[in-house]
């Protein structure tokens, strides 16, 4: 199994809108929901930093 563009790009995609929902619906009552939203900005952060890492690594031993 390689490495795919499209599946790489359609987290972050998913992820802009859900964040752009919780914009455009909430109006003024998002501290906890702006907290929320940050931690899953992290979570795609860490996770595409650690993917990338592995991914340098395995063409790097090649």
């Known amino acids: ?9 359609s987290g972050i995609y998913t992820n802009n809108i859900f964040c752009g929902i ?3 619906f909430q109006g ?3 501290d ?3 907290q ?6 992290l979570l795609l952060i860490v996770y595409f930093t650690i993917k990338d890492i592995v991914i340098n690594a395995v063409y790097r031993n090649r």
């Open 22 to 24: 919780i914009l455009f």
């Open 36 to 41: 929320f939203e940050q931690f899953l900005l």
């Open 28 to 30: 003024w009552r998002l």
């Open 1 to 9: 199994m390689g490495f795919s563009p499209l599946h790489y790009s």
């Open 32 to 34: 906890p929901i702006l």
